[in-house]
């Protein structure tokens, strides 16, 4: 048997690496059964435990109404379980209490819920749901250190970092704080803990990730007063960044290509790259009143943050799926969701309801999963 030269060998590993550097990352999206709503919810809560995917709370403008006709946001406190992507949803219980815009994550078998709002305002309340025995359990986690919601968090392993949100409905500006709990502490010792903040300005529904031992922050919105009405209003953020546990330090990182706000989270990594999909790049947001209905709904980039090179690119573009009739009946159309988890389940990532256009939910469930073409 003769035996390869290493020069050859060495040619040919180069030409193999060549080859899969080339192939292109690739999203395929596909529709899980829909959550039991006719309206669907924004802001609900989702996770993983022992295996089956838990949607819980969120919000709605109920049969179809809009805050432009004079309909109330309603928070929900139901329970739905999804064991398998092709089952059957089950509505196994309820919240403590009506909630939606919580942050919320898989955590080992459970799901860590953090603050959130509802009618009555925003809470500081934090626990652990898990699925077992057929039922959903909760276990209390240290209260937050303020009244939250509307934040973003990523794990660092056993560590759960939360960065800004809005402490009250009425604030006027967003928080500016960041914080951390290690899960993996005994429960009478777990304590929430102030890091140093981002040198940015302060933000909410901001996209946060986790990577490499490092926490991520990208985007989101600041509040800023009108000194003429006293109107508040939001100012679209770009800048990055990213925070080092090892050294207790943040480095800013390239700007995004353009705003993400209340982007699907956690982001998620597919061949060092930090995936952001979708979100409100603000370019509709000072005409909202006046399309109304007619929105065509908010960014369709999905993009990704290279680790290794500090650049931003444009990975691929969501194919809405807008039918003749969107406008009235908008959840037979297929849109990209903001304010809904991004939920790591069976080789893809799990975007269960969200807001599809300004007051608009839907109960759809979308799977996005990575390939290679």
């Not at 006046?290 to 929105?295: E, I, S, T």
Request: aromatic letters at 10%.
């Amino acid at each position: 048997m003769r035996l390869l030269k290493p020069d050859f060998i060495l040619l040919f590993s180069f030409i193999i690496m060549a080859q899969i550097l080339h192939a292109q990352t690739h999203f395929t999206i596909k529709n899980l059964p829909k959550i039991p709503d006719n309206d669907g919810f924004a802001g609900s809560l989702a996770g993983i435990s022992n295996g089956a995917l838990i949607v819980a709370g969120g919000s709605n403008f109920p049969n179809g109404g809009r805050p432009w006709n004079g309909s109330t946001k309603k928070w929900y406190y139901q329970i739905f379980v999804l064991e398998k992507p092709d089952g059957k949803w089950l509505k196994v219980g309820k919240l403590p209490r009506p909630l939606g815009y919580s942050v919320s994550l898989t955590w080992r078998d459970a799901v860590v819920c953090v603050g959130g709002s509802n009618e009555e305002g925003h809470f500081a309340e934090s626990f652990l749901m898990r699925w077992k025995d057929r039922q959903v359990v909760f276990e209390n986690l240290p209260g937050f250190p303020s009244t939250i919601a509307n934040a973003c968090g990523a794990l660092v392993g056993d560590i759960l970092y939360v960065a800004g949100g809005l402490e009250k409905p009425n604030a006027k500006e967003a928080l500016h704080t960041f914080y951390t709990l290690d899960l993996s502490a005994e429960p009478v010792k777990r304590s929430w803990k102030l890091l140093p903040s981002w040198s940015g300005e302060a933000r909410m529904l901001s996209v946060a990730a986790s990577y490499n031992g490092k926490f991520y922050l990208f985007s989101g919105t600041n509040l800023i007063e009108n000194t003429k009405d006293k109107s508040v209003q939001r100012v679209y953020l770009k800048d990055a960044y990213s925070y080092d546990p090892k050294t207790n330090q943040w480095a800013q990182l390239a700007n995004l290509p353009h705003s993400t706000v209340a982007a699907p989270n956690p982001a998620f990594v597919v061949d060092n790259q930090i995936v952001v999909v979708g979100g409100d790049s603000g370019e509709n947001a000072a005409n909202t009143l006046v399309l109304k209905d007619k929105h065509p709904g908010f960014n369709t980039k999905i993009i990704g943050y290279d680790i290794h090179t500090d650049q931003w690119k444009t990975i691929e573009h969501f194919q809405i799926d807008s039918k003749v009739n969107a406008e009235t009946h908008p959840n037979e159309s297929t849109y990209l969701p903001v304010t809904t988890p991004l939920v790591a389940w069976h080789g893809g990532y799990v975007m269960p309801g969200g807001e599809v256009r300004p007051g608009t939910r839907t109960p759809r469930v979308l799977m996005i999963k990575p390939s290679r073409k």
